[in-house]
């Protein structure tokens, strides 16, 4: 892809499984990739930073070390995040809620905040891509606290679009749908499968897919596209639930509904 090679790119959430694919996508892109986690992986290739990011003092933490490294950055995948429990909506704790939201969405926030600090300081332009969800764009009755993050960021990515333009700041996001990640754990991995094949392509994502995309939105041949949240998603969010084509009729929700809400009577 154009304007991907001997560009500096930093990657958060670079251990999990769309992050770590996007530092190998943007590696074979030619890119100089930062990889940034909470927790640096054992067999960890290239040039790996830890740090929290949701915290100011990560997040500068990251940059710092980025330009010491290679001098600039010129792209930036906010991909870090969390999604917090399945409990019930009434029980969920309060600080729950908001440890999803300081990594979800603050940091997202000063992700960006720092990513036009630094294209400032270094008099250049450059693109930014932000890591949403389905959630972003749909509701379900759990992970209410992850669905709230991934609606905000909706909200920085347009915002910091309408800013970014005039200053040559590219800012788009992805909206991963059914993607089995570590991220839900081996069971919720084995769940995400089966509720994949009610997508039009009737399968889950991968990683590397979703990667695809994310090096399409930060190289050159994206450039009039910015401020958008692309689904990459199989088509689930395309798809009516009340015509027979989308499932209508055709998924049994007694065990659900008894296993979410009977012990509410």
Do not use: C
């Not at 304007?3 to 790119?9: F, H, Q, R, S």
């Not at 440890?99 to 294209?119: E, K």
């Not at 606290?145 to 609606?151: M, N």
Request: aromatic residues 6%; glycine residues 14%; charged residues 15%.
């Amino acid at each position: 892809m154009r304007g991907l090679a001997g560009k500096v790119a930093v990657v958060t959430g670079a251990a999990g499984g769309i992050g770590a694919a996007t530092v190998r996508r943007l590696t074979d892109e030619g890119a100089q990739v930062v990889a940034v986690d909470l927790e640096v992986p054992a067999s960890a290739e290239g040039f790996w930073v830890q740090a929290d990011v949701s915290t100011e003092e990560g997040v500068a933490g990251y940059v710092d070390a980025a330009v010491e490294r290679f001098g600039r950055i010129d792209l930036h995948h906010l991909n870090a995040g969390i999604a917090g429990s399945l409990t019930p909506l009434p029980d969920v704790p309060a600080a729950e809620f908001d440890r999803v939201m300081a990594v979800n969405v603050r940091g997202v926030f000063l992700g960006v905040q720092a990513a036009f600090r630094q294209f400032s300081a270094q008099g250049s332009a450059g693109s930014i891509v932000i890591t949403g969800s389905i959630g972003s764009v749909r509701g379900s009755a759990d992970l209410l606290a992850y669905q709230t993050s991934k609606h905000a960021v909706v909200g920085i990515l347009r915002g910091a679009a309408v800013y970014g333009g005039p200053l040559g700041v590219r800012v788009n996001a992805v909206a991963p749908g059914i993607v089995p990640t570590e991220l839900f754990g081996a069971q919720g991995q084995d769940d995400m499968t089966r509720r994949a094949s009610s997508t039009p392509l009737r399968r889950a994502g991968t990683g590397d897919e979703i990667a695809s995309v994310v090096a399409f939105l930060l190289s050159d041949d994206a450039a009039y596209l910015t401020g958008e949240l692309v689904s990459v998603d199989g088509g689930a969010s395309a798809v009516s639930t009340v015509r027979p084509s989308g499932g209508a009729g055709a998924w049994d929700f007694a065990a659900y509904d008894s296993a979410l809400y009977g012990a509410k009577g």
